[in-house]
């Protein structure tokens, strides 16, 4: 959600993160972890793909692609059976 950030850092050869909610006291409040594995790199549709897991057990597919050249925006879709979620994540320093 716009209230929610994702910390991201690399551990090893997966990806590990941390989703917080942002209290109405603007506190980050820790509600979910994530790993990004078996990251690749699909040149032809310039994109990454990858498996999606959170510790709430929700699992799946992952597509993602950075929005500019300077890979401060991008934009991750997770596909589950007929479903996907598009969302777009932008890079605070």
């Known amino acids: 959600t716009s209230t929610s950030t994702v910390d991201i850092f690399q551990q090893k050869e997966n990806f590990k993160g941390r989703i917080f909610e ?3 006291d603007k ?3 820790e509600v ?3 790993t990004l594995s078996n990251i690749n790199y699909v040149p032809v549709s310039d994109k990454y793909t990858c498996k999606l897991k959170i510790s709430n057990g929700f699992a799946a597919n ?3 692609k950075f ?3 300077t890979k401060k925006e991008l ?3 997770a596909k ?3 479903f996907s979620k598009t969302e777009r994540f932008q890079r605070v320093e």
């Open 22 to 24: 942002i209290t109405k």
């Open 27 to 29: 506190r980050k409040k």
């Open 32 to 34: 979910q972890q994530l």
């Open 62 to 64: 992952c597509e993602f």
């Open 67 to 69: 929005l500019d050249k």
């Open 75 to 77: 934009q991750m879709t």
């Open 80 to 82: 589950i059976l007929f």
